[in-house]
């Protein structure tokens, strides 16, 4: 099997998205057939990703749930297919759905609503438990917190250590920038990263960020809004603020540019 290793040489690692969805909020339809999608997987694996990340289900704010049949027939293709290029990563909140795609070939589980921990364990793969509250259609209203970044590191550290103690064989934590949180709650997250980093790496876990063309990196004090094919730059800074702050891996779809700027950060990280 293949697994997810520590950074070499101080490089973070490159998590490329292949969303197989007629919805995501920036890409959605693109990648929705099969033959498209793992083109694009295989393209990813070329630009260095260490890790592609299929998806079958929409997360963004307001999404509808897609049927657990309807998810199996979107994403078994492509997992089944990339699987033999690299390792591939199964992002879903379905445990049957995980189950397939780790028998088809996944090495990691990706999940947002981090319920599915102990499975990970039981599979002997790899696992993502990202913050969350709610659901697509719900998330955006429950943005109350006392302590955010306490609040999230303790819900972090609690279902990675579940992970671990089941048997998952590498562990991260992902913040869930953009699940729940406001502009001001996402911005406050990244410029914290290093206390989070810090956290999660005293136990052995690794930090995953994604924040790859999200809505609040075109807000910024100007109340500049751009669309989602205009956030380029802004999502290749904050990954590479993200590494330079202690994350071992990022979510990206711009592959090979991030992966490029991976290897810089890496070096020198290690002067």
Not at 168 to 194: C, E, M, S, W
């Amino acid at each position: 099997m293949m697994q997810p290793t520590t950074r070499t040489a101080g490089a973070a690692l490159v998590m490329g998205i292949c969303n197989v969805t007629p919805d995501s909020f920036s890409d959605g339809g693109a990648f929705f057939d099969p033959d498209a999608a793992i083109a694009h997987g295989r393209q990813l694996f070329d630009e260095g990703c260490s890790v592609v990340d299929v998806g079958g289900e929409s997360t963004r704010p307001g999404a509808e749930p897609v049927a657990e049949d309807e998810e199996l027939r979107r994403v078994l293709p492509v997992v089944t297919a990339l699987a033999q290029h690299g390792m591939v990563s199964i992002d879903t909140t379905k445990e049957a759905v995980a189950r397939a795609a780790v028998v088809a070939g996944a090495t990691m589980i990706n999940d947002v609503r981090g319920d599915l921990a102990a499975l990970a364990g039981e599979l002997g793969v790899a696992y993502v438990a990202m913050h969350a509250r709610g659901n697509p259609e719900t998330m955006q209203e429950q943005t109350t917190y006392d302590d955010l970044l306490g609040e999230v590191t303790t819900v972090l550290l609690d279902r990675c250590r579940t992970a671990k103690d089941h048997g998952a064989t590498a562990v991260y934590g992902d913040p869930g920038i953009g699940f729940a949180k406001t502009f001001d709650q996402n911005r406050y997250l990244l410029a914290h990263l290093r206390e989070l980093a810090t956290a999660l790496s005293a136990e052995g876990f690794g930090l995953l960020v994604g924040v790859s063309r999200k809505g609040f990196l075109s807000e910024g004090a100007s109340g500049q809004r751009y669309p989602v094919e205009e956030r380029g730059d802004q999502s290749l800074a904050a990954s590479v603020w993200a590494m330079a702050n202690g994350a071992a891996m990022v979510r990206v779809h711009d592959g090979l540019h991030t992966v490029r700027a991976a290897v810089l950060v890496g070096e020198v990280g290690t002067i």
